[in-house]
């Protein structure tokens, strides 16, 4: 979560070398994805130090940004070296938290399975995923589902059941198998020791998060 400005700008720079970008801010009408998160960390910012002005104003942008190219992301659900590959529909629950380094794609809903106890009372059911998922185009994550680390989730995938780390997740319905020699799964994780190379003034807080 993003409480003080030494950690915006590790998200900000975290998010900027997931997506490959290398420029210092985003060209108009070219980097709509990276303005989107840009505007996405400063909404979390200024939401949890209690600039209510700040806030509101980010807000409106980011809900401008996100009707642009269908995004629905509230804040505090992604950590740092957020990668959104594509434009398109992209809807993320409100209570889903998801970790560091996630790489996800369009067409990709993240949702709650709400229901009744006996008691008559409303529970809400939201996924948590891990650090270091790949999230393929078209998955269903939804429910009281954990997703652990370098999780891979294949492209319209129903996911509604625990997924243990080191797994990848696919088809519906869901099949679950080992992914501990996955060559994508141990680049994602190389992934982070190249931003500690270039940006080492992070590597505490980073290793924290």
């Known amino acids: 979560m993003i ?18 970008i290398n420029r210092r801010f985003p060209r108009p009408f070219v980097d709509s994805i990276w303005r ?38 509230s804040g505090n659900c992604f950590g740092p070296g957020l990668r959104i590959n594509h434009y398109g529909l992209l809807i993320v629950n409100a209570k889903a938290r998801i970790g560091k380094w996630c790489d ?12 009744y106890d006996d008691q008559g009372c409303a529970i809400s059911d939201v996924p948590q ?9 078209g998955a269903k994550i939804f429910g009281n589902c954990q997703i652990g680390d370098v999780v891979c989730i294949g492209a319209n995938a129903v996911v509604n059941k625990d997924c243990p780390s080191n797994h990848t997740a ?13 060559i994508m799964s141990i680049a994602t994780i190389d992934f ?7 940006y080492p003034e992070y590597k505490e807080l980073l290793m924290k998060l």
């Open 3 to 20: 409480k003080d400005k030494l950690t915006l700008q590790l998200y900000l720079d975290a998010d900027k070398f997931a997506l490959g």
């Open 36 to 73: 989107y998160e840009r505007t996405l960390r400063y909404y979390e910012y200024h939401k949890n130090v209690g600039n209510k002005v700040r806030k509101l104003l980010f807000a409106l942008i980011l809900t401008i940004l996100g009707k642009r190219l269908g995004f629905s992301i």
């Open 104 to 115: 996800i794609h369009q067409g990709v809903n993240i949702a709650e399975n709400g229901y």
């Open 129 to 137: 995923i891990g650090n270091f998922c790949f999230i393929g185009p």
């Open 170 to 182: 696919y088809g519906n319905p869901l099949q679950i198998h080992s992914n501990k020699r996955d």
């Open 192 to 198: 982070e020791k190249q931003f500690m190379d270039k």
